[in-house]
């Protein structure tokens, strides 16, 4: 998905990863993907929203991933 937004293919790779992380909620990995391509198009807002969810996991090892 990430790819694909890099090759300007925003909205198909934002599509994949939403279908994704509707069937695994719990994906962190995917979570965070989402939020990095949210931030590298300039969607702060949304980026944010999905960031914070991995902050409020708990997970320290995404948390720490956001930070570096």
């Known amino acids: 998905a990430f790819?694909?937004?890099k090759m300007g293919f925003f909205?198909?790779?934002e599509e994949?990863?939403?279908e994704l992380i509707d069937k695994n909620k719990k994906n962190e990995n995917l979570i965070l993907a989402l939020a990095d391509i949210?931030?590298?198009e300039q969607r702060y807002e949304e980026?944010?929203?999905y960031y914070t969810k991995i902050?409020?996991?708990g997970?320290?090892?995404f948390v720490?991933?956001?930070i570096f």
């Open 55 to 57: 902050i409020n996991s």
């Open 38 to 40: 949210y931030r590298f």
């Open 3 to 5: 790819n694909k937004t």
């Open 11 to 13: 909205n198909k790779g």
């Open 47 to 49: 980026a944010i929203k």
């Open 59 to 61: 997970n320290s090892y």
């Open 64 to 66: 720490i991933k956001i």
């Open 16 to 18: 994949l990863l939403l």
